[in-house]
Structure formats: C-alpha cells, structure tokens
C-alpha cells in the first residue's frame, strides 16, 4: 500500500488561472532567500503538483544559475514561461517580485518618515547584528559548495581571496572582480581543469515519482523551440521597454537627473548580480553610498535588514535603496516626497528586473535544445569562488558598523558596542549551529534589541 505524496498523478492540464494563483501564493511566502524560495518551488511543483519533473526543473534551474539575477526569479519565469508561453513567464517573474515592491515601499516609507522614535530605533539596533551574521552564514555556505580541499585545488581560494583584497582594501570596482575571476576560469578550464570541477545543482534526494505534466521525455513545446525570428522579436521588444522609460527620464530630468541615474546605474547591476544578491550589494554600495549618496552606509545595512524579512529576492533591497533616495534627493519636490520616493523605488525595479525577464525569454528556447550542454562552468565557478571574497568584505562591512558606538573613534575598549557584537555572535551561533531559519532570527534579535534599548542597556 502506497500513500507517500510521491505517488501524486499529474494533472492532464494546468490552466492559467491555476497557475496565475500559485505564482501569487508564491509572491507571498517566498522568504528564506534563493535557497529557501528554490526548495519552496521544488517541493510544490515537482514533489505535491507534478508540474514539472526533476530533471527538467534542474535543467532550468542550471541556466538560471549561470546568468546574473535572481536565479530563483528567474527559474519561476522559466517554468511560467515553459507551461504558459511568454505570458506565463511574465506573471510568473513579475508576480514574485511584485508583492515584496509593495510591502518595501510601505516599509521605506515608515522607516523614513518613523526611524527616529525610539520602537522603530530599537528594534534595528538587535537587527543590525542579526543581518551582519546572515550575511557571515552565507560567506560559510556558499563557501563550502565553491572552495573544495585548498590542497588539491588552491586556485579557488586564492581567486576568493584576491576578491576580498581587492573590494575590502583596494576598492577595486566590482565589475573588474568579475572579470578577472571569469578570466581565470577560462584559464583553468584550458589549463588546469581539475581546479575548477562542474558543481552540483540545488538537489534533493531523488525519490521515485510519477510522471510530470512536463516530464524528462516530454516535447519542447512549439513555443520553445528556438527561431532566430523569435529571438530577434524578443530582443527588439525588450530594448524598447528599456529605451522608452529611459527617454522619458531623459526628457524629464535630463543625464544628470536622480532617477536617469538611478535607472542607468541599476541596469548596470542587474547584469553584474552573478552570485546572487550578497554578491553584488558591495557594487551597489560603492555606488549608491559613496558615488551618488542616495543613502548612508547604516541606511544600507537598515535596507538590508527589511529586505531579510521580506518575501521575494534579496536583491530587491535595490527598491529600499530607490525609495530612501527619492525621498533624499527630493525627486517630485519637496510637496510630494512619498511619491517621489515610491516613483525612484518602482524605476529602480523596474531596470533591475528587465533584463532578468530577457535572458530567459530569449535564452529560455536555446536551452530547451541543449540539455546538459552547457560549456560555461569553469568561468562561472571561478566567478562563484570570488563571491565568497565579495560577501566576506561585505560582512567586513557590516561588523564595522555594529562593533562601534555611532560617531565614535574606532580602536577604543569603551567604544566598542559590546552588546550588538553579542547579539550577532548569538545570531551566527542560532544560524550555523542550530539552522535556525532567517526570519525567527531576525525577529528575536529584534526583540532583544528593542529590550536593551528601552532599558538603557545599550
């Protein structure tokens, strides 16, 4: 006798508003980070409703961790894509991000307009801590998938560290870091194959399953076989959807203007996200901080904090960024300092997310004719393995701006926050050792912050 949920039949047919209300479902429990929303999508559409089988939702998954993006994003458009045609990718894609848009901006808006009373100060002082050990957690955990035994391949972890050289001490502009990191797997790959082994995918344990609606066997459907005609209609169309908003930015505020700016800047980091979001906040920090001061650096880490308790992609931290911004630089006035603030936020999206909804749309049929022929994988691990560098300086980062009390010298016993240092130290023991989820993290830490801050203990 059988009853496992393994055993669950395929449907014959999943219409589009059956998958119209899973993708919003999803928009909306999508917390835990890329793993988290990869492992919620794997056991809701191959494990409980058959959508798609294993192999096939690796196989998507595979490309989607070789392109800059969210890759969990952008598996989620695949899959719309796949069963629904383009339309079903792009309610697939915008539907995951969509929700975490609207709860950020009303966050923003709270934290800007509420961040001095002493509830919202108190509870981001036990947050703060709290996000510089989430980003240390992920130092160790995409460490220990990318940087194998240093003795037999020494390679990765002198790319790692460089990476962390490079960003934390000599400022090296992240897209180099990048490059040079690609460039060296390129390298291996002809020279020295073994230090740069193919990676495993997101896996689970394989258990038997019944046929998929879209199984291992099952025919790329019409709509994914790839046409040049298709992929040039795909890419026309999305250069207007960059262009046209750009030019009325142009039109309206000129080069020079915030949101032409934040619009340029974030197209720009969208195709620079290999890694995933940690990877790319110390690009978005040089920039946003530092070049164009839309925000200060303990905004930045407050925007990370909100984005770690919201659901859908980390990266979408960007639209705090746009909203903190906007309301800064006074984008529409200073008469209408929410909308202005909520206009940078939804254009900083938008710039961000674009491309992601191309690569798939114009590279998704590509792949449908090439399972497991992908040629990319020395590159990429390379670029995997500075990663780990980028987010250690980040977590650097981080720790610098909780060890010490706001506005004092750094070097000094009586400085130091002694209390935020041992709630991080908390947090990373709860993460590491205990596997306590994100979120449970976040909120006890933030209810310790807020006791110390009310009892004057910190």
């Given at each position: 006798m059988s009853d496992s949920p393994q055993t669950v039949l395929a449907p014959s047919v999943v219409s589009f508003a059956q998958a119209f209300r899973f993708w919003l479902k999803l928009g909306f429990i999508s917390f835990g980070g890329p793993a988290g929303q990869i492992a919620i999508m794997h056991r809701?559409?191959?494990?409980?409703?058959?959508?798609?089988?294993?192999?096939?939702?690796?196989?998507?998954?595979?490309?989607?961790?070789?392109?800059?993006?969210p890759e969990a994003q952008q598996l989620a458009t695949y899959i719309g894509w796949l069963m629904h045609r383009t339309w079903g990718g792009v309610v697939a894609g915008a539907l995951f991000v969509l929700p975490s848009l609207f709860i950020l901006i009303a966050l923003s808006w709270i934290y800007v307009a509420f961040g001095d009373v002493a509830l919202v100060a108190g509870l981001f002082y036990g947050i703060k801590p709290a996000v510089a050990a989430i980003v240390l957690q992920a130092v160790h955990r995409i460490g220990g998938k990318s940087l194998k035994n240093p003795a037999k391949a020494p390679i990765p972890w002198a790319v790692a560290a460089i990476s962390f050289i490079a960003i934390a001490a000599l400022h090296v502009p992240f897209p180099w870091v990048v490059l040079g990191a690609a460039l060296?797997?390129?390298?291996?790959?002809?020279?020295?194959?073994?230090?740069?082994?193919?990676?495993?995918?997101?896996?689970?344990?394989?258990a038997a399953h019944s046929p998929a609606l879209i199984d291992d066997h099952t025919p790329t459907p019409e709509h994914a076989r790839f046409k040049k005609s298709r992929l040039a209609t795909v890419l026309a169309i999305g250069a207007v959807l960059w262009l046209a908003p750009m030019g009325v930015l142009l039109a309206a505020q000129g080069w020079n203007g915030?949101?032409?700016?934040?619009?340029?800047?974030?197209?720009?980091?969208a195709l620079l996200t290999f890694g995933g979001a940690y990877a790319v906040l110390p690009y978005v920090y040089q920039g946003a901080v530092e070049q164009f001061q839309w925000l200060t650096g303990p905004q930045m880490i407050d925007g990370l904090a909100l984005g770690e308790t919201t659901p859908g992609p980390l990266i979408m931290v960007v639209a705090f960024v746009g909203f903190v911004g906007g309301w800064a630089k006074q984008v529409l006035g200073p008469e209408a300092l929410f909308l202005g603030a909520a206009l940078a936020a939804t254009v900083v999206t938008w710039f961000t997310f674009l491309p992601s909804f191309l690569f798939i749309l114009a590279g998704g049929p590509l792949v449908e004719s090439t399972h497991g022929k992908l040629h990319f994988t020395a590159p990429l691990a390379a670029i995997t393995a500075a990663v780990v560098g980028v987010i250690a300086s980040l977590a650097l980062f981080f720790i610098a701006h909780i060890a010490f009390k706001?506005?004092?010298?750094?070097?000094?016993l009586s400085n130091v926050e002694w209390p935020a240092l041992a709630i991080m130290v908390a947090a990373g023991v709860a993460l590491l050792r205990y596997k306590v989820g994100v979120i449970p993290v976040i909120a006890g830490c933030a209810l310790v912050g807020l006791a110390l801050r009310l009892s004057a203990w910190a």
């Open positions: 809701e559409l191959v494990e409980q409703k058959r959508w798609i089988s294993e192999k096939r939702f690796l196989h998507a998954l595979n490309y989607c961790m070789l392109l800059p993006g060296t797997g390129w390298l291996c790959a002809k020279f020295a194959p073994g230090q740069f082994a193919a990676g495993g995918a997101h896996g689970t344990a394989q915030t949101l032409t700016q934040m619009g340029w800047f974030f197209t720009k980091a706001t506005g004092a010298a750094a070097g000094f």
